[in-house]
């Protein structure tokens, strides 16, 4: 027996390869190997920059001892979960409903015929705080399969059982109304931090959907509190640890209810929707601070996690070496009195601890502090501060790095697309633009097939051999989307049409019910269905605004119905769980709006032309759509029949089957749109 992991693509799996426990990549080989030898199957999942993943990895797994009782006892299987998704989300069900809790490191212990019977996620290599070590699970485990065998399968058989009994309420076909949304402003109300920002306490994390939904509802209703509890939060995250305040980009979350503390991986995911957020924020409020946020994350997106085939790598992890000597979570990025003195010099050290809140004492482990901007501390000058990010960042530059996942997983790319499109359309810098296209490009190229089907990741400019789920359609349709809006090709359009195709003939069930998995997809214990987020959009509200903006563009009932359909789960949630469907809401918002359909018309190159497609990117009504082109165009049915005005370029503005009048003013289809 050997470890099987070193032909993987995934830099996770690549990352036990030299483990002596004979992993198993998740497949059918696998499971024929534990039937054929009698034995169960334990499955570990995790990804590469998760902390306690890393931490297991190092007591148990490389342990010689541990990874003989496992390869005597045991099938072991290891899973990337951000490469199989699915499987992850099966078994994540059943251990959440077993133990009431969940997360990474997941330790799943199955029959030969894949039914979970034993749950966990972290074991440490010896008992600590109630938990039993990871040898006296093992040991348990086996002596229940050896001795109680046919219990053990009817455990498994009821478990697998159950989790199919369970089904979803959808509460509906129809997008939630004005009232339902107005409920899911008042639980968003009482479940907010006042004092810091943000939604509950400690784990914090950055609330991006739930922020999209408030920046929409007060552009639709002008609910001054929903863009309180927007501005607020953006502020406070802005200001806290959990935003590199050299480098630019989100951690992902705080250990704590004030943003100070972060756990310090860096997923693409958070960042792409993170500036968007801060995008949409400065759309509406013309904060200076939202557009510095939103363009540092951008440019630290294409500065640090973009890869050689144009697309983007998935994290960068919490852990790094320290300068001097040894390992530890957060080493990139602290900082202690002395560090900043032996870059600065002590008058702008005394300067840089007191602007970016470096204790003698520390704000994170021995004696360093993560940099962050304290409310209190002052006016500084502008350009000297500026001088001392400067010089820090260099000097961090030659630090031991922490390492980057470079597999390319196509949601976030959509995500990332989107993001970077519309950021780089705002503020002027058409290399964000360039760099959304070659990412688009990318996927298309390497991801997509001519039937409209995606493959969930590649590295190296090599596909994987992974499925893409539903996120994955959904994420990459929204991306193209707004690729459409920022530059007018309709080939964009094109292939979000496809991938929605493929949405509405493999991805949905009954009554406009999503699965997260294609009906042709590996058949697992349970097919996964989940309507709302986790740390990124739920493929099923993620697919809702795809068909809805794409509707909005073409004029096709058939994805505006299978659009509708999909959000009536979210008037069953939005009062219960608003945190919890946030993008579900922000979706039923621009439903509720129209969406807007914009269409600008005028010579390419013209500065006529191009003031009315600014203003309309610019408009906050919820989920607008903008298509621009030279008149006659065909490119898109929403500038057909669509002229100039006399000789001058013009812009349509198009709701619930109404049009305005169309203008050539850039001021009055500002008025039309909400811009500012």
Same mark, same amino acid.
Request: aromatic content about 4%.
């Given at each position: 027996m050997v470890n099987r992991l070193s032909g993987s693509t995934s830099p996770y799996l690549l990352q036990h390869a030299d483990n002596p426990v004979h992993w198993w990549p998740w497949g059918d080989e696998a499971f024929a190997r534990a039937r054929e030898r009698g034995v169960p199957v334990l499955l570990s999942v995790g990804y590469s920059s998760c902390h306690w993943c890393h931490v297991m990895?190092?007591?148990?797994?490389? %342990?010689?001892?541990?990874?003989?009782? @496992?390869?005597?006892?045991? #099938?072991?299987?290891? #899973?990337? /979960?951000?490469?199989? =998704?699915d499987v992850d989300a099966v078994y994540m069900e059943a251990v959440q409903a077993a133990t009431g809790q969940g997360g990474w490191p997941m330790t799943v212990f199955l029959t030969p015929q894949g039914e979970p019977f034993y749950f966990g996620t972290y074991f440490p290599p010896a008992p600590r705080h109630g938990m039993p070590s990871f040898r006296q699970v093992l040991q348990g485990v086996e002596a229940a399969? /050896?001795?109680? /065998?046919?219990?053990?399968?009817? #455990?498994? $058989?009821?478990? +697998?059982?159950d989790l199919g009994a369970r089904s979803m309420a959808l509460g509906g076909t129809t997008p939630p109304g004005q009232e339902e949304l107005a409920a899911a402003l008042l639980g968003l109300t009482r479940d907010y931090d006042a004092a810091h920002g943000g939604f509950g306490g400690a784990p914090k994390f950055p609330p991006s959907m739930a922020l999209e939904f408030l920046l929409r509802h007060h552009a639709r209703t002008g609910s001054e509190g929903a863009l309180q509890m927007a501005a607020d939060t953006c502020e406070a995250m802005a200001r806290g640890g959990i935003y590199d305040q050299l480098g630019g980009g989100f951690a992902r979350y705080s250990v704590d209810r004030e943003w100070v503390v972060p756990h310090f991986e860096k997923m693409l995911y958070d960042n792409a929707l993170l500036c968007r957020v801060y995008a949409h924020l400065w759309r509406a409020t013309g904060s200076d601070p939202a557009r510095r946020v939103a363009l540092e994350t951008a440019d630290f997106l294409v500065r640090e996690l973009r890869t050689h085939e144009g697309g983007f790598a998935s994290a960068l992890d919490a852990d790094s070496d320290k300068p001097g000597g040894g390992h530890g979570e957060g080493a990139f990025y602290v900082w202690t009195p002395e560090e900043l003195e032996d870059v600065l010099g002590p008058a702008d050290a005394a300067l840089a601890a007191a602007h970016f809140g470096v204790t003698e004492e520390g704000t994170f482990e021995?004696? *360093?502090?993560?940099?962050?901007?304290?409310? %209190?501390?002052? =006016?500084? %000058?502008?350009?000297?501060?500026a001088s001392v990010r400067e010089r820090l960042f260099t000097a961090r530059e030659t630090r031991p790095r922490p390492g980057r996942d470079d597999k390319v997983v196509a949601a976030w790319n959509g995500l990332a697309i989107a993001a970077l499109a519309e950021t780089g359309a705002y503020f002027g810098r058409p290399d964000l633009v360039a760099a959304a296209v070659e990412a688009a490009d990318l996927l298309v190229r390497v991801h997509m097939d001519e039937h409209g089907r995606l493959a969930r990741t590649s590295r190296d400019g090599v596909v994987g051999v992974n499925a893409g789920v539903l996120e994955d359609y959904a994420d990459v349709a929204e991306g193209f989307l707004a690729l459409t809006a920022v530059t007018g090709e309709g080939v964009w359009l094109d292939f979000a049409g496809l991938l929605l195709d493929s949405v509405l003939r493999h991805f949905t069930?009954?009554?406009? &019910? @999503?699965?997260?998995?294609?009906?042709? &997809?590996?058949?697992?214990?349970r097919r996964p269905q989940d309507p709302t987020d986790n740390a990124a959009p739920s493929g099923w509200t993620a697919a809702a605004g795809a068909l809805l903006s794409y509707a909005a563009y073409t004029g096709s009932d058939r994805h505006r119905e299978a659009a509708e359909q999909a959000l009536g789960v979210v008037g069953a949630l939005a009062g219960r769980v608003p945190r919890f469907i946030g993008w579900g809401l922000a979706v039923s918002e621009? $439903?509720?709006?129209?969406?807007?359909? +914009? &269409?600008? #018309?005028? =010579?390419?190159?013209?500065?006529?032309? *191009?003031?009315?497609?600014?203003?309309?990117?610019?408009?906050? $009504?919820?989920g607008a759509v903008v298509a621009v082109g030279a008149p006659g165009t065909d490119e898109y049915a929403l500038l057909a029949d669509r002229p100039l005005l006399g000789d001058r370029p013009a812009a349509y503005v198009c709701r619930h089957f109404v049009c305005a009048a169309p203008t050539a003013d850039p001021g009055s289809l500002g008025e039309q749109l909400g811009t500012r």
């Open positions: 990895a190092g007591e148990s797994f490389e %342990d010689e001892e541990t990874a003989a009782y @496992l390869n005597e006892h045991f #099938v072991s299987v290891k #899973v990337d /979960r951000e490469e199989r =998704p399969w /050896r001795e109680r /065998r046919d219990e053990v399968g009817e #455990v498994a $058989a009821s478990i +697998v059982k021995e004696g *360093a502090s993560v940099l962050q901007l304290p409310a %209190d501390a002052g =006016p500084a %000058d502008a350009e000297r501060i069930g009954e009554a406009g &019910a @999503l699965y997260d998995t294609a009906d042709d &997809a590996e058949a697992l214990i621009a $439903a509720l709006d129209g969406p807007r359909e +914009v &269409a600008v #018309v005028g =010579p390419a190159g013209d500065a006529g032309t *191009a003031a009315l497609h600014r203003v309309a990117l610019l408009g906050t $009504a919820p």
